[in-house]
């Protein structure tokens, strides 16, 4: 249910200082028709790539919950509170964005909780959501796999929403079960899944260190345990997490460190 008293509606102006005060904002939205991005380079973002995948989504969330990974300013979030869902919460690793959605739920009047988690500590949750939103996060993420390993083993019940910046092919084409040691062609092929590496920078973001193609994106959720059953939009995946994974999936944890005591 949306809160009372919206922010926006008892202090207008000062909404437009705090929305200046918290940018730069990615996530272009109006909040109490203040535009929080208006020169974004990808024009109205997020809500022009919503348009193109909605559809994919249960119109319908009442009791459900909802996790939104990397919620950034927290446009999905607050879609996901706009179809009614239970709980909704979202997290991420920048003090900025979680300032940047806690504001934009407040002007909204909703009820969303966000919290400062990395992907990697999942399991600090302690619990399961109905959906989780994973938006433009993988190719920041310098363990992508990792990631979705986690996501299935600690905190998917049902739907994975998957976005992903991507490069390379489009091209989704059925590879074989096994390749002879002395077969190499099919590595050169266009859709033959690939994660490209960026060492450096790109698009001046120094965190984007991946670009799966099309078919990089579908082998890895289906490696982590997901069965992909729409793919609306060239970077969506929709997927249901499945009870059991393929052989030798699973999260491999880093190393405990030594006790500080410990003998070396």
Same mark, same amino acid.
């Given at each position: &249910? ?5 922010? @926006? ?19 272009? /939205? ?11 380079? %990808?024009?109205? !973002?997020?809500?022009? =790539? ?16 909802? %996790? ?7 446009? !999905?979030?607050?879609? &996901? =509170?706009?179809?009614?869902? #239970? ?12 300032? $940047? ?14 919290? =400062? ?17 994973? &938006? ?28 992903? /910046? ?9 590879? $074989?079960?096994? !390749? ?5 062609? &099919? ?16 698009? #001046? ?14 082998? /890895? ?13 060239? @970077? ?5 997490? %499945? ?22």
């Amino acid at each position: &249910m949306p809160l009372d008293h919206p922010l @926006e509606a008892r202090r207008p102006g000062e909404l437009e200082a705090r929305i200046r005060e918290l940018g730069p904002w990615f996530h272009n /939205m109006t909040l109490g028709g203040v535009r929080t991005a208006p020169d974004h380079f %990808l024009h109205d !973002y997020p809500a022009n =790539k919503w348009s193109r995948f909605e559809h994919a989504l249960p119109k319908n969330l009442s009791g459900k919950s909802v %996790l939104d990974i990397g919620c950034n300013g927290g446009f !999905y979030s607050l879609e &996901m =509170k706009r179809r009614g869902a #239970g709980r909704v919460l979202g997290v991420d690793f920048d003090d900025r964005y979680l300032a $940047q959605a806690r504001l934009a739920a407040e002007v909204e009047g909703q009820d969303i909780e966000f919290r =400062k988690l990395s992907v990697y500590d999942l399991g600090a949750l302690g619990e399961r959501f109905d959906i989780v939103l994973f &938006m433009g996060v993988l190719y920041h993420l310098r363990h992508p796999l990792l990631a979705l390993d986690l996501i299935w083993e600690h905190a998917a019940t049902d739907l994975l929403v998957y976005q992903s /910046m991507q490069r390379g092919s489009q091209r989704e084409d059925p590879v $074989q079960a096994d !390749y002879d040691f002395f077969e190499q062609d &099919m590595f050169d092929e266009p859709a033959w899944p690939k994660l490209h590496f960026i060492e450096h920078g790109y698009a #001046g973001d120094p965190t984007n260190w991946w670009a799966p193609n099309a078919a990089c994106s579908a082998a /890895m959720l289906r490696s982590a345990g997901f069965e992909i059953v729409d793919h609306p939009e060239t @970077e969506i995946f929709v997927c249901r997490r %499945l009870s059991e994974r393929p052989l030798f999936a699973g999260a491999v944890y880093p190393a405990q460190p030594r006790d500080q005591g410990a003998s070396r």
